[in-house]
Structures are given as C-alpha cells and as structure tokens.
T-cell receptor
Framework: AQSVAQPEDQVNVAEGNPLTVKCTYS??????LFWYVQYPNRGLQFLLK??????LVKGSYGFEAEFNKSQTSFHLKKPSALVSDSALYFC???????????????FGSGTQLTVLP | GAVVSQHPSWVICKSGTSVKIECRSL??????MFWYRQFPKQSLMLMAT?????????EQGVEKDKFLINHASLTLSTLTVTSAHPEDSSFYIC?????????????FGPGTRLTVT
C-alpha cells in the first residue's frame, strides 16, 4: 500500500521568509512524487514532480522540493514567501510497482499555508 | 497544453433531483479519467476511475448506482449524481490521464461545487 503524510495542517510564515511544507511517503516500489496547490474553490494546480534524477526538483512559482530517499521525505520549499502563496498544498505519491505499472495517485491531507504580510 | 475543463463550475439542485457534471480534456485525448470528491478543508478522495468505452471502476464505499459515470469519448467523461441528497453536497474534481499506464501525468479540472438543498 502507498500513503502520504503531511504532518502540519497549518503553516504560517512571514512574507519574505523561507517556507517549508513537509511531506513523507510510504511505497513498496519506486515513488513518483508530486506537489499540487489549490486556491479556494479551484481545482489542483501542478507545482512540481520527482520521478528520477536530481533529488532537488525545481517547479513553478519559485517552488522546489527535495527528495530524500533515506528519510522518505519530499518537503516543499521556497526561499522567499509571497502573500500570494497562501493556499492549500497537497503532496501526492504514485507507487510504480515492480511490474512497471503505475498505481493510483494518493494524496496527503493537505497543508494550509498562510503567508503574513 | 493539457487543459481539463469542468462544467458547470457550480450547481444548486433540490433534493431528489439528478445533476450531471461534465469533464473534458481540451487539447489531448484521455483514455482514463478520474473523479474525486473533496470535503471542506480535506483531501481529495478518489471516487472512481473512468475508462473510455468501458465501465468505470469504483472505489470501495462509493455507490455506483448513485454516482453514474460515463466515458463516451476520448475527451469527455460525465458524472451524474442521481437522486441527490444534502449529504452529496461537495466539491467534485475530475482529472484526466495523459500517457500510458506505466508512466503518466494527471491534469485536474477546476472543480464543480454541488449544493443540494
């Protein structure tokens, strides 16, 4: 089975400060990892993904995430937060089984990021 | 590219009536689409996987007779909530798959807010 944990329901950070949104995962095979952002009453917008290669992945709007296999983590980061970054962030994982077929996308519970002016 | 639309964006209906939600992949063909349900401040829960030309696969606990899914073409899937009740009020999000079963991306629609009075 695959699972994703976002341990923080809420993260508050001052504008201009660095932000981190935490995510840990559990899979039986190799993970595909994703971050999505959701604004109120909107669908999910793709931020970035890790499939293979460099552990540091750069995505949209200045966000990046670091894949850490030993800690099974994929934390989302941004060097300098903006008020407009305030939104709900979801981490997601898809387990690529040994047969090569991809399983379903599993989402974390979400983290509400609030950037204070 | 890879845009997914949903219609309507919001709908209010009376208890006992049926509501149809459309999901379209605008610039790509999607053999597989996914339907999710999201309650306020909660994560996305997969309801069913819709495959073009065949029956949908429903997740455990989802009533297939209540949530009718039709994937009649490579660009259109519909979700019909039959005999809607207030507890069906939710945010419904569709997602379309681009790529084959072993390695694919999911693109999300903007969501449909259903309110049953």
């Amino acid at each position: 089975a695959q699972s994703v944990a976002q341990p923080e329901d809420q993260v508050n950070v001052a504008e201009g400060n660095p932000l981190t949104v935490k995510c840990t995962y559990s899979v039986s095979g190799n993970p595909y990892l994703f971050w999505y952002v959701q604004y109120p009453n909107r669908g999910l917008q793709f931020l970035l993904k890790y499939i293979t290669g460099d552990n540091l992945v750069k995505g949209s709007y200045g966000f990046e995430a670091e894949f850490n296999k030993s800690q099974t983590s994929f934390h989302l980061k941004k060097p300098s937060a903006l008020v407009s970054d305030s939104a709900l962030y979801f981490c997601a994982v898809r387990d690529i089984g040994t047969s090569g077929s991809a399983r379903q996308l599993t989402f974390g519970s979400g983290t509400q990021l609030t950037v204070l002016p | 590219g890879a845009v997914v639309s949903q219609h309507p964006s919001w709908v209010i209906c009376k208890s006992g009536t049926s509501v149809k939600i459309e999901c379209r992949s605008l610039d790509f063909q999607a053999t597989t689409m996914f339907w999710y349900r999201q309650f306020p401040k909660q994560s996305l829960m997969l309801m069913a996987t819709s495959n073009e030309g065949s029956k949908a696969t429903y997740e455990q606990g989802v009533e297939k007779d209540k949530f009718l899914i039709n994937h009649a073409s490579l660009t259109l899937s519909t979700l019909t909530v039959t005999s809607a009740h207030p507890e069906d009020s939710s945010f419904y999000i569709c997602s379309a798959r681009l790529g084959d079963a072993s390695r694919y991306e999911q693109y999300f629609g903007p969501g449909t807010r259903l309110t049953v009075t």
